[in-house]
């Protein structure tokens, strides 16, 4: 049942000619399962893509998350025609970014001052800076596994990119930089308090991504953890960030702080926000914020910053999440998805262990719960590399690493669902006999 893959190896084998490793994005290269021909997409329609070969597949990649609308959804492709039609980029202040910063604001009311940026990585990058700014310290504190992009500092000990493809600490990032980074693993509040102990007076920031999504999706241990790393932070004089990059508009409309009752510092956002386009924001208190240009002494800027097509396109996909029962839908699916995996792996005495926050979740090879990094380390790499490409010649697109998550959109359908449902079982029977 393999599929006809010829013309997506054509395509890849010029692309490794002129584009280093063939890829744009290390996680796109299918390394991490056992290697193979990237599949290559020339068009998305709602929930589904299609691939040089004129395959067709149901896309719970959702490119890395962005895609909460599906492909070419008509908000969106509206939003950025009209915006192509007034022209793209102004360099100059435009109603579009003010009207954005104020839905966001609204939406997630701890943002009292924001800047738009153009990804995730100068989101977070540009948070540490600023508390740098603020604190007059020089150390950050993150989560073993959490990924915050790819500035230096960010990475050490970085999540799912690097941890799939066997780079825990990338080649050039100096050791000095490295210093400057402590790493704790998830979930644990004492070893926390332990690590603030020795080197909380250092401590700009505490960063943290409150729902993980970068060793697979990874929730707080329990509804109190969140609020205890912004105590144990502001107790040793450190800031905290959430890197909101995945999890903001994922759950719910708003912010995953929301979901826990908390207040963070400051927040770095991305990926829905732009609704497929290319941004970054981040934001939070007004004191804090004001660190930055012109109103304070740490530079950061942006020639395509706040550019009014991810702007518009960015308020045309926030809309319609604002529409009633949406979010109801993408978790009632995804956990269709996922009762129906348990059982097909219970069929065929596959271990797995399943961690799903409303439409978003990763099935993970192992009986272990996955609650940190070393947690999701430990699951099986090459039972999900096998699960990979099952699924793959099945019609069914997940991201290549087992450090991902699945994302049920905004569009998929029950008929979807049902198709995906239907080729577990011939999935998890061959999963089986290894
Ligand atoms: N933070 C988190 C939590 C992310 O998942 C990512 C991207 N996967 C980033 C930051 C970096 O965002 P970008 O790829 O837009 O630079």
Redesign the pocket.
Known sequence: MVLDRTQSKLWFERAQAVILGGVNSPSRSYKSVGGGTPTVMVRGQGSHMYDVDGNEYIDYLAA?GPSILGHAHPAITEAIAQAAVDGVLYGTPTPSEVLFAEKLRQAIPDLERIRFVN???EA?MTTIRVARAYTGRRKVLKFAGC???HSDAMLVAAGSGPSSIGVPDSAGVTANIASEVITVPFNDPDILAKALEVHGTDVAAVLV?PIV??FGIVPPRDDRYLGQVIDLAHQHGALVIF?E??TAFRFHYGSAAQMYDVHPDLY?L?KIIGGGLPI?AYGGRKDIMEQVAPLGPAYQAGTMAGNPLSMRTGMACLDVLQEPGIYDDMARRAQVLTEAAHEAAKRHGVSITINRMGGAFTIYFGSHPVRNYDDANATDSDQFARFFHLLADRNILIAPSKYEAWFVSAVHTDEDIERTVAVYDEVFKELGQH
């Open positions: 890395y990804s995730g990585t977070v990924y915050h992009g991504e999504g970068n890197d990059v995945i770095a991305g970054g």
